[in-house]
T-cell receptor
């Protein structure tokens, strides 16, 4: 079964700072990778996804993530955060086999100080 | 844009009581899921449902849990006799087919509190 690790559960930074959230997964086969965001009081929303092709994927709101297969990583980045990026960010993975179940990391609580 | 909806947003119940959490997936989706998140922990997969039957369930999804799609729109999760440790946020998700198969859309969640 797949598992996902996210470190630095709480991240506090100032507006305009750069953000990078790490995500590592364990699974030997082909995976699909996702970052979801949960704004305060709202539901999980898809930020971006990687299925195949260019390992650098761009998502909504200026976020991007890079899939590095050799490192089993899919780190999320944003060059300049805004106060509105305050949210919880979840990395998730599934495979093309089985029933598409998602395995989530523990999440990163990001607080952006104006 | 179509959304997954869930009701109620918050449910408080006594230990041992039955609860039913309701979800309305996106209308043309075929695959349905329940996940839960205990406070401070990971979002965990509970069960997936396709073609009117369970396609996969996790070890968490024991005999106390059941799912149903009683009509063409609702997808429910029943917990027969709630325990304190069932207190969690429960998320419903759905996805389509083909290119959309791997993208799951989540509802806002139901916060279940068992006293």
């Amino acid at each position: 079964a797949q598992s996902v690790s996210q470190h630095n559960h709480h991240v506090i930074l100032s507006e305009a700072a750069s953000l990078e959230l790490g995500c590592n997964y364990s699974y030997g086969g082909t995976v699909n990778l996702f970052w979801y965001v949960q704004y305060p009081g709202q539901h999980l929303q898809l930020l971006l996804k990687y299925f195949s092709g260019d390992p650098l994927v761009k998502g909504i709101k200026g976020f991007e993530a890079e899939f590095i297969k050799s490192k089993f990583s899919f780190n999320l980045r944003k060059p300049s955060v805004q106060w509105s990026d305050t949210a919880e960010y979840f990395c998730a993975v599934n495979t093309n086999y089985g029933n598409n179940r998602l395995a989530f990391g523990k999440g990163n609580q990001v607080v952006v100080i104006p | 844009e179509p959304e997954v909806t869930q009701t109620p947003s918050h449910q408080v119940t006594q230990m041992g009581q039955e609860v039913i959490l309701r979800c309305v997936p996106i209308s043309n989706h075929l695959y349905f899921y329940w996940y839960r998140q205990i406070l401070g922990q990971k979002v965990e997969f509970l069960v997936s449902f396709y073609n009117n039957e369970i396609s996969e369930k996790s070890e968490i999804f024991d005999d106390q849990f059941s799912v149903e799609r009683p009509d063409g729109s609702n997808f429910t999760l029943k917990i027969r006799s709630t325990k304190l440790e069932d207190s969690a946020m429960y998320f419903c998700a759905s996805c389509g087919w083909g290119e959309r198969y791997n993208e799951q859309f989540f509802g806002p969640g139901t916060r279940l509190t068992v006293l």
